[in-house]
T-cell receptor, first 113, second 114 residues
Framework: AQSVAQPEDQVNVAEGNPLTVKCTYS??????LFWYVQYPNRGLQFLLK??????LVKGSYGFEAEFNKSQTSFHLKKPSALVSDSALYFC???????????FGKGTTLSVSS | GAVVSQHPSWVICKSGTSVKIECRSL??????MFWYRQFPKQSLMLMAT?????????EQGVEKDKFLINHASLTLSTLTVTSAHPEDSSFYIC??????????FGPGTRLTVL
């Protein structure tokens, strides 16, 4: 069965500092990995995905993520955090085309000014 | 990019009534749509897979008679919460993959049962 782990409930970072939100996954086949962001009482916004190819994936709003097969990780990163990045971040995985995404529990990112 | 809409965006109802939530893919066809449920500050839990022209597939622990799903066309899936109770209050989100298998999420429907 597929699963996603986000080990941190909350990440706190000062504006301008780099940020990392961690994600590890478990799938039986090749993983399709995603990051989404959610603002209060809103739906999900797509940030980036890894399907195949380069391990470093660049996405929206300056975010990027690095796929590490040996560590089964897909950590989300940004070189310089903004206060407006404060939100709830979800890592998600699926192992087959056409199946639903399985989400991690989410990590709240708080960026202080 | 592709757009998925949900209607209504929020609904308040009395206990015992039924509520229908619509999920539409606006500019693409989706033979499959997914319904998720999210409690405050928690993750999205997959409830069911909606299949156009056939029965929905429910996840373990989800009552199919409680949460009726109909996928009558390639652009519309509906979730009906029957005989709603306060514990059904939640944020319901649908998603639909386009033919490139990119998932697009609706904005969600906030259901409050009094």
């Amino acid at each position: 069965a597929q699963s996603v782990a986000q080990p941190e409930d909350q990440v706190n970072v000062a504006e301008g500092n780099p940020l990392t939100v961690k994600c590890t996954y478990s799938v039986s086949g090749n993983p399709y990995l995603f990051w989404y962001v959610q603002y209060p009482n809103r739906g999900l916004q797509f940030l980036l995905k890894y399907i195949t190819g380069d391990n470093l994936v660049k996405g929206s709003y300056g975010f990027e993520a690095e796929f590490n097969k040996s560590q089964t990780s897909f950590h989300l990163k940004k070189p310089s955090a903004l206060v407006s990045d404060s939100a709830l971040y979800f890592c998600a995985v699926r192992d087959m085309v056409g199946t639903a995404l399985i989400f991690g529990k989410g990590t709240t990112l708080s960026v202080s000014s | 990019g592709a757009v998925v809409s949900q209607h209504p965006s929020w609904v308040i109802c009395k206990s015992g009534t039924s509520v229908k939530i619509e999920c539409r893919s606006l500019d693409f066809q989706a033979t499959t749509m997914f319904w998720y449920r999210q409690f405050p500050k928690q993750s999205l839990m997959l409830m069911a897979t909606s299949n156009e022209g056939s029965k929905a597939t429910y996840e373990q622990g989800v009552e199919k008679d409680k949460f009726l799903i109909n996928h009558a066309s390639l652009t519309l899936s509906t979730l009906t919460v029957t005989s709603a109770h306060p514990e059904d209050s939640s944020f319901y989100i649908c998603s639909a993959p386009n033919r490139d298998q990119e998932q697009f999420f609706g904005p969600g429907t906030r259901l409050t049962v009094l």
